[in-house]
């Protein structure tokens, strides 16, 4: 490298001098100059041509990179030529013969990756020019310096070649990694359009050591990128690491042009600027609403009170007071933010607002499931990216509110006046209740709101745990049932309560997708029919939603409303009665099997009891996994009988959770011959014949389609395996745990999923007969709908020969 030049890292040349700042001096060569320079141009373009031949015979060269390596190699030559010959030094100096080789290195590069649009990039030719090109950069520089020819020419050609060739790298690693990645190779030529706009920005600027080593990071990252010798989830990681050191390296020249070139107008828009950036980023950060289905334009039409409060108290303080008090103020728009942040999240998912008390405990295992569907990699680089963005997102709040009440003090008279005016309209407004929308009227203090909210959310909390430690420790006559009286209905049966993951409502009813669904349903119930099963349905109330599955299930089996991480843990931490307890108590074998259990599933045994559990490492499986579902529900199923359900068995109760239609819902299994699951590893063709995930949720329509098809096998694998088994004393209970992700279900759906129970004795059925449940495995809208919390109970007391008095405690909290 001659310079550190502004091509580098988007700023104009300067010449990197060799002593105290002075050029040294240049010899200038004779009468042969002009017939050098002219050789210079035909070599070069006689030499490209060469090289794109080679490149052909190697590794392939289109019409389309033919073209484009000819024109660009004749265009650098021909320029190298014209700016020497118009130059102060008319000669072709020995540095720019190595410029002029990169340059033609750069022009093959030009042609694969034009040539790339066509047919698959040649990597290891694009790789190896490039590379080459790299290391003569830090030798034309070398060059230059020893022969005493730098000069400010060179080093603007030597720039520009550098930043064309992390152009043309840019752009052949954006067809992997994405568009934005062709933000590092636009940035000089933003920059030079900038510098034509604003003269300012076109300075040289002062030798910075750093800026070479950007440029050189960026080049080097880029390249390695591009070969693919890193997997992609590491080459994003280093191409943004890259992107981030190039802004970082913009900014700061940037700031250094503006405070020793821009003149007074420039700076007096600047400072405008700045402060209306810093008041639309305090005044959205008032007015955004904290659930995604309310953001419209609407919204930001109000007038948010804390603006109006902040800035009167910014005029009559003194300025270090001033300062606490809007760093203060800042940080609380923040953390309100960040609140914000978490109310739509949880909206999302659980269909409710963050409670700042109690869901802190839902982190840990949300970000659990996170890592079951990408991995630990990418969750770690996920979970930095966001506590940056926090970070980020205070201090850009806390400056935007610093700097808007030191401009509202500097401009005192004004600031009053119009203070006064937005107060009065302010004040008019609310008590007009004046609306430019339902439901946003125009007098806002939402932001105000939106913390009451969450102090008394906090309260809430605070005192729920007492509310929901009384339900557990009250009497529970299900409990009191005697051994010889309890589900004596059920004797001799093998009782499998299964839940479909994500089988909501919206499965079944009233979507794109139900139709698929509801069809397979029909088709599933007529086979089973045929076989001799018999099939009734109905709905049942989730307390969760999109999610969290585990609070459906620990709802279903206490008896009690378990809508959160903290009542998970306060129900864990209780002796409460569940369903397998009274199916132990009862004489039954108990099993849980959930793939995604781990061996250490300390509730299955302390809380629940089990006998056995079974988890993705205890069921043989050698398959494929497929994103978040460790093994498709059909080896769940398959492997379930294997080891549960022998000839002469004991009789079962267990809860199987399935997760092949877990989101994201791709990639997706399909069904094989039953007698061909073996291991699994018939599965391992699978995945890379599905779409994949990243693929799928570019759509939202193909997100609700591959739900759909989701729900389609897990129901297929269930009832079909139902009558691969062909066991007469099979009782089967199936329902969803909760309705899907909102990205399918939209906002604003109801938690009810279906529930069906399938069996072959006329005597379970007459049983539960009072239940009024609907035949079939397809429930339409008119059919029973009850809370999950009900079902122990109702359960329970039904095929119990001394059934209970339900107890009151039943529904806290609902």
Known sequence: MRTIRPADEGAPPTTRFAGKGVLPTIRLAGKGV???????????????????????ATAGLGIAGWIT???????????????????????????????????????????????????????????????????????????????????PLGARLDGEVDAFLILLLSIAVSRDYGSWVLVIGAARYALLLAGW????????????????????????????????????????????????????????????????????????????????????????????????????????????????????????????????????????????????????VMYG???????????????????????????????????????????????????????????????????????????????????????????????????????????????????????FTAATHSADPEASIPASDLLTGLRGKDVLIVFVESYGQVA????????GVDAVLRQQNAMLTQAGWSTQSAWITSPTY????????????????????????????????????AFDKAGWRTVADDPTDYPNWIPGTAFYHYDQLYNQLNVGYRGPKFSYSQMPDQYTFAAFQRNELKPGHKPVMAEIDTTSSHIPWAPLPTMVPWSKVGNGSVFDPQPAQSESAAAVWRNGNTVKQFYGQ?????????????????????????????????????????HEVPIS??????????????????????PNLGAPDEPMDAFRDQFLNTFSTAPAQTASAQTAGR
Do not use: C
Not at 108 to 135: C, E, K, M, Q
Not at 393 to 411: D, F, Y
Not at 420 to 437: E, I, Q, V, Y
Not at 564 to 569: A, G, V
């Open 197 to 344: 706009l604003m003269p300012w920005l076109a300075a040289p600027l002062p030798p910075r050591y750093w800026g070479k080593v950007v440029a050189a990071v960026q080049g080097i990252v880029l390249t390695v990128a591009a070969s693919g010798v890193v997997d992609r989830l590491t080459g994003m990681i280093a191409v943004a690491a890259a992107l981030l050191l190039l802004a970082e390296s913009f900014g700061r020249n940037v700031i250094w042009l503006y405070r020793t070139g821009a003149g007074p107008r420039t700076r007096r828009a600047v400072r405008i600027a700045v402060t209306g950036l810093a008041l639309v980023i305090v005044w959205f950060d008032l007015l955004a609403p904290d659930r995604p289905w309310q953001f419209d334009p609407a919204a930001f039409v109000r007038i948010p009170v804390e603006v109006l409060a902040l800035v009167a108290v910014a005029l009559v303080l003194p300025p270090w007071p001033r300062r606490i008090v809007a760093t203060i103020a800042g940080i609380g728009f923040s953390l309100l933010t960040f609140d914000k942040i978490l109310n739509m």
């Open 508 to 515: 079944v009813e009233g979507s794109s997708y139900s139709p």
């Open 34 to 56: 002009l017939p050098t320079i002219r050789l210079a141009a035909i070599l070069g373009m006689l030499a490209t041509a060469a090289l794109l031949g080679i490149v052909a």
């Open 69 to 151: 390596g000819l024109v660009t190699g004749s265009a650098a030559t021909a320029l190298l030529a014209a700016a020497r010959m118009r130059s102060d030094q008319p000669a072709i100096l020995p540095a720019d013969w190595v410029t002029l080789t990169r340059a033609l290195l750069i022009a093959g590069v030009a042609g694969l990756v034009a040539d790339s649009f066509s047919r698959p990039l040649a990597v290891t030719a694009l790789v190896t020019l490039s590379s080459i090109a790299l290391a003569l950069d830090a030798v034309d520089g070398q060059v230059a310096r020893r022969t005493g020819t730098a000069t």
């Open 349 to 467: 998912t659980v269909d409710r607002a963050f409670n700042p008390e109690s869901d802190w405990s839902s982190v840990r295992p949300a970000v659990g499931v996170v890592r079951d569907s990408i991995g630990a990699t990418l969750t770690n680089v996920v979970l930095v990216a966001v506590w940056t963005g926090v970070a980020l997102v205070v201090v850009i709040i806390t400056a935007a509110t610093i700097h808007l009440t030191a401009v509202a003090a500097r401009h005192r008279r004004g600031t009053v006046r119009g203070l006064a005016a937005l107060t009065a309209f302010w004040g008019l407004s609310a008590g007009l209740s004046l609306h430019f929308s339902p439901g946003f009227p125009v007098a806002s203090a939402s932001e105000t709101a939106l913390a009451v909210s969450q102090v008394q959310a906090y309260q809430a909390g605070l005192s729920d745990p007492r509310v």
């Open 710 to 750: 989701s729900i389609q096998y897990s129901l297929k694998a269930l009832t079909s395996w139902v009558t691969e088994l062909n066991d007469p004393n099979l009782v089967l209970i199936f329902m969803g745990d909760h309705q899907p992700h909102t990205a399918v279900s939209g906002y604003g759906a109801t």
């Open 546 to 581: 999109g999610g969290i599955s585990w609070l459906a299930h620990s709802t279903l089996q206490s008896g009690l409303w378990v809508n959160s991480q903290q009542r998970y843990n306060e129900l864990l931490a209780s002796q409460r009665f569940t369903l397998s307890d």
């Open 757 to 778: 129970i399938v069996t072959r004795a006329p005597s379970v059925l007459k049983q539960m007969s009072s239940w009024h449940w609907q035949n079939g495995l397809l």
